[in-house]
């Protein structure tokens, strides 16, 4: 007897040449993304160029492995839908602390610990979305946009602070010239082109800058041409109590990031997301995220900007995000291709993160615009939330005489800020409002 049921789209095997240019498109929609934040750590602890393009390769090889990992599911974990991964920012502040007062080893002994709470916690998370409603998920994506801001500003005026040319005007032109490209790219092209027009702006303003000698290049011809990640590259892993719980906290964050890219992503396909699909994606999470922390990267989750391409190309396929995974592991393995990246002037990234990280911020802005304020203490969970997430974005050492574990918990403005949102609107609004509208209604039919 024939079948009458159709495959869902997003089971759907696309041909090869198809499944290499969606994927691609994928790659580079979140390539400026993904490399961000190892720009940042390695920028922050003072790293070297070669230890910042090891990090480069890193991340991108496990972004891959992560990514194969979501898309075609192994063991009990990944959702099977078209996710890509990428590092979080939720965690760059708290990294950088850690980072600074443990190394790089403490970062991924916290990283590691952390990747296993998140998957042996994945199974009562999934349970507990009553406590994150829109109202919760728009304030803490919003206190990321804005905590990471001063980031792009920095690389703006050239990087460093301290330095005798810092803020001066001709590095200043050129972020300002750079945040123009992206904004040209982006309201002029259209679809793909314009999807990459942060990736497009940094390329173009990379060329811009040559000239000016901006641009040092010097580590290209140096890089080799064939680099494997190897594990605990920069030492064994060593565990810090309170780094610990830093990182468990912004581990939370991430659980919250992912559940709302799953159900943005399974509304967009029109496959329902279950609990137990949930349970999934979070348990992908986690193993990547302890995986990161072995093979010299960073915790891992679902990357939004992802999630936007996937509606505009209507590509509901599961295999064209598995391609993309394979493109990263291939790039993670040639490190000319990070030392190049590495090559990319601070200015030029500052104009590019301007929009990159304000693109963070709109996003939360306009999860909140769906919110429900009147009649509500809504508005008292945004305003405080966001109150406390600015508290070390305005005064850095506001906590300078709070014991040191607390200090790794605070100073990151948008882990405080998260917890004050989960705990405010715990309080304020309860518990039993519904997190999330309702994705099960509307079945696809074959």
Same mark, same amino acid.
């Given at each position: 007897? @024939? ?66 990992? @979501? ?70 994506? *919003?206190?990321?946009?804005? *905590? ?9 005026? =050239? =990087? ?57 290049? &010097? ?10 990640? *190897? ?85 509901? &396929? ?88 607390? @200090? ?39």
């Amino acid at each position: 007897m @024939q079948n009458n049921q159709m495959k869902h789209p997003v089971d759907e095997m696309l041909p090869l040449g198809q499944l290499f240019t969606y994927g691609l498109q994928h790659v580079l929609a979140m390539y400026a993304g993904a490399v961000a934040v190892p720009l940042i750590i390695a920028n922050a602890l003072g790293l070297s160029k070669e230890q910042l393009i090891y990090l480069i390769n890193a991340d991108l090889f496990t972004c891959g492995i992560a990514t194969l990992i @979501q898309t075609l599911g192994f063991w009990n974990m990944g959702i099977r839908i078209p996710i890509i991964q990428g590092v979080t920012f939720a965690a760059v502040t708290p990294m950088i602390i850690i980072g600074k007062t443990h190394g790089l080893t403490g970062i991924y002994g916290s990283i590691m610990v952390a990747g296993l709470v998140t998957y042996l916690m994945s199974p009562y998370f999934s349970r507990l979305i009553r406590f994150f409603p829109p109202v919760v998920t728009g304030t803490i994506i *919003t206190i990321i946009g804005v *905590t990471l801001m001063p980031v792009a500003v920095r690389w703006a005026a =050239g =990087g460093n602070p301290a330095a005798k040319d810092f803020a001066a005007f001709p590095y200043i032109c050129m972020a300002l010239i750079t945040l123009v490209l992206v904004l040209f790219l982006y309201r002029y092209f259209k679809g793909f082109l314009s999807n990459i027009a942060v990736l497009l702006g940094l390329i173009v303003g990379t060329l811009i800058a040559i000239p000016f000698g901006m641009v040092n290049f &010097s580590q290209v011809s140096t890089a080799a041409w064939l680099g494997i990640t *190897t594990p605990f590259a920069f030492g064994l892993p060593t565990f810090d109590a309170a780094s610990i719980i830093a990182m468990v906290l912004v581990m939370l964050v991430v659980m919250t990031e992912t559940t709302g890219d799953c159900i943005a992503v399974g509304e967009i396909i029109q496959k329902p997301i279950t609990q137990q699909d949930l349970t999934r994606g979070l348990r992908a999470d986690g193993f990547s995220t302890i995986l990161g922390g072995i093979l010299n990267s960073f915790p891992y989750t679902a990357f939004a900007q992802n999630v936007g391409l996937v509606g505009l190309t209507r590509v509901k &396929s599961r295999f064209v995000v598995a391609a993309a995974g394979i493109i990263l592991i291939v790039l993670g393995l040639f490190p000319k291709v990070a030392a190049i990246i590495s090559a990319i002037p601070n200015p030029v990234l500052g104009g590019a993160g301007i929009a990159m990280f304000g693109m963070v911020a709109a996003s939360g802005i306009k999860t909140l615009s769906k919110v429900q304020f009147d009649g509500t203490h809504n508005i008292m969970v945004v305003a405080i939330s966001l109150g406390v997430g600015m508290i070390t974005l305005a005064v850095p050492n506001f906590y300078q005489n709070f014991p040191s574990w607390a @200090q790794v918990i605070l100073h990151s403005g948008i882990t405080a800020g998260s917890v004050a949102a989960i705990l405010l609107n715990a309080v304020l609004n309860g518990t039993d409002q519904p997190a999330k509208a309702d994705i099960g209604k509307q079945e696809y039919i074959g």
